[in-house]
């Protein structure tokens, strides 16, 4: 096929998905009434042009995995929330909900993401300090009240516990009367950046993986609207990681992941195209926006290359973004709003599909109402005023863009390339490779701030005398409190019995090879708790110990 061809197949592409979406409007026109045409492209004597940008939502998706991206419909605007327990969250919810937000994106507290009940020992002084305490059923059924699953799309983000959760949820829409497979939305669930930079595993790698795979292989019969993963660069890049290691850390893990469902049976083209991915959107515009768009290329040749994968949506890169939370600075706080409105528009104009724009006042707790508002406001600000969601990929062309799309492509293909030679992500992560890396890149960073060779605005210069912020969000000691009644009474209320009757079905299948799943959902449905299924998966799997780098 031609370029010319190919071009016009993507004109038709376009004008039916833009069939598919009235939502938006045809006529894209600035203010002096100058037409903003849908796509930008050069004359087709530009070298490698089709190998190395193509059309939007063709291969290799360097500008885009969708033809009309955001002129058809906008990114999902899922603000992260989740805090003290599951009525307070619910009220958060609602809030975002009615203020425009346009999708859920579920914040855990500590012990719901290591696996402990709000009553456990470990649990102590953290119950709902981070994100919303969830230890059964009953606080999932609290959690989405008056919220119908049909009709929204939601994100957690969980890891060890992945598939207790997504278990919980099933359950939450079932008693709604919405089946599993009408309901849609993301885990997280991505162990291996827990080994490497975040700590909220619990397993070793390899029941971990199994879990993972079996989450696969579930979804894919019962739950086919689910994302079943989210391969997550953004803790590797808060853990202090460069712009290339985010990439390549986080495409050598989604090799892992591939390689791993392939190895248990699966066919990639089965699963692949629900695979999603988690990108942090730091300051540096034109670096984000470069990051992104050699991460679409390098996993669409990944995928057809190294897999052989046939599906088109197998060979997507469909990316979640959040802003950088380590960034923003507790001085001067009202700084991080402009902070954020830079990474915001980087992720939009490197073409992501969903949208988290973090607070001014995260750096000191857990964001107000009001910092929440003005959050999703930046990104409807820059959906409906800036000009920048009226053509697809608007950057591409600029030789600063292309340049560092292609440098950053090079340097993230070396590094996995080395974690190759060792033997895998999996591998590389046992011998603290990563690890290594992340922690040498944090401590340049680091190291430069306090040099001053890097300037943070309000830290280390424009510096002001200021007293701290009054309107804090604190979570109350008395929901932990509330939160063990509560759990207690649903211990003594519940059929103990049948709860007995599905643990010890659980442990049977953990140490066989059924999949892990249907027991789980079992457990689940009979108010066993997220403890108590986890404890069973510690007897059987064990826990893993952090690998120490030197």
Not at 93 to 115: E, V
């Amino acid at each position: 096929m031609s370029i010319s061809e190919k071009k016009q197949a993507w004109e038709d592409a376009a004008a039916k998905g833009l069939a598919k979406s009235p939502e938006r409007r045809k006529e894209f026109k600035t203010s002096s009434d100058i037409t903003m045409e849908r796509c930008f492209t050069p004359g087709f004597d530009y070298p490698g042009y089709d190998e190395q940008l193509g059309f939007p939502g063709s291969y290799p998706y360097t500008r885009g995995v969708q033809p009309t991206m955001y002129r058809g419909r906008f990114w999902t605007m899922r603000q992260y929330a989740g805090f003290g327990n599951a009525k307070e969250s619910n009220e958060r919810y609602k809030y975002l909900l009615s203020a425009g937000q346009t999708g859920l994106s579920i914040a855990f507290d500590l012990p719901t993401q290591m696996g402990y009940d709000s009553d456990a020992g470990m649990s102590m002084g953290e119950v709902g300090k981070v994100g919303v305490a969830i230890d059964s059923l009953a606080d999932m059924e609290i959690l989405f009240d008056g919220i119908p699953l049909d009709k929204v799309s939601t994100s957690m983000t969980i890891n060890s516990t992945a598939a207790i959760l997504l278990c919980m949820y099933i359950a939450v829409a079932e008693k709604q009367g919405v089946p599993a497979d009408k309901i849609s939305g993301t885990i997280q669930n991505d162990i291996l950046k827990e080994y490497m930079a975040r700590g909220t595993y619990i397993y070793p790698p390899k029941e971990s993986m199994r879990i993972i795979t079996d989450i696969f292989a579930y979804c894919k019969d019962n739950v086919p609207k689910w994302n079943t993963i989210s391969i997550s660069g953004y803790h590797i890049r808060e853990a202090g990681s460069s712009a290339v290691q985010e990439v390549a850390f986080t495409l050598a893990d989604g090799i892992a992941y591939v390689d791993a469902a392939i190895k248990v049976g699966l066919d990639v083209d089965e699963f692949a195209p629900r695979l999603a991915f988690f990108f942090n959107s730091h300051n540096n515009l034109f670096e984000e926006v470069a990051k992104f768009r050699a991460a679409r290329r390098m996993w669409a040749r990944i995928m057809k290359e190294r897999f052989g994968a046939k599906d088109p949506k197998s060979l997507m890169l469909r990316f979640h973004t959040q802003t950088a939370g380590c960034t923003l600075t507790a001085q001067q706080p009202d700084n991080n709003i402009p902070r954020v409105t830079i990474q915001a528009l980087a992720a939009v104009l490197g073409g992501t599909q969903s949208l988290h724009t973090n607070s001014r006042d995260e750096a000191l707790a857990l964001p107000t109402e009001d910092s929440v508002r003005i959050a999703l406001r930046t990104q409807q600000v820059i959906a409906y005023e800036s000009g920048a969601a009226d053509s697809v990929d608007p950057l591409a062309g600029s030789f600063l863009v292309e340049s560092l799309t292609d440098q950053i492509e090079t340097a993230a293909l070396e590094y996995i390339e080395k974690i190759d030679k060792l033997g895998g992500a999996v591998e590389a992560i046992s011998r603290g490779f990563q690890q290594k890396e992340i922690q040498d890149s944090a401590y340049t960073y680091q190291r430069d701030i306090e040099k001053s060779d890097l300037v943070i605005v309000g830290v280390n210069k424009f510096t002001v005398q200021e007293p701290p912020p009054k309107d804090l969000l604190r979570v109350k000691e008395a929901v932990e409190i509330g939160q063990k009644k509560f759990l207690a009474e649903l211990k003594a209320g519940r059929d103990n019995g049948a709860v007995a009757e599905s643990l010890k079905a659980l442990d049977a299948a953990a140490r066989g090879t059924d999949n892990l799943l249907p027991p789980i959902l079992a457990a689940v449905k009979v108010y066993a708790t997220l403890g108590e299924i986890s404890d069973v998966f510690r007897t059987v799997f064990g826990t893993h110990r952090e690998t120490v780098v030197l």
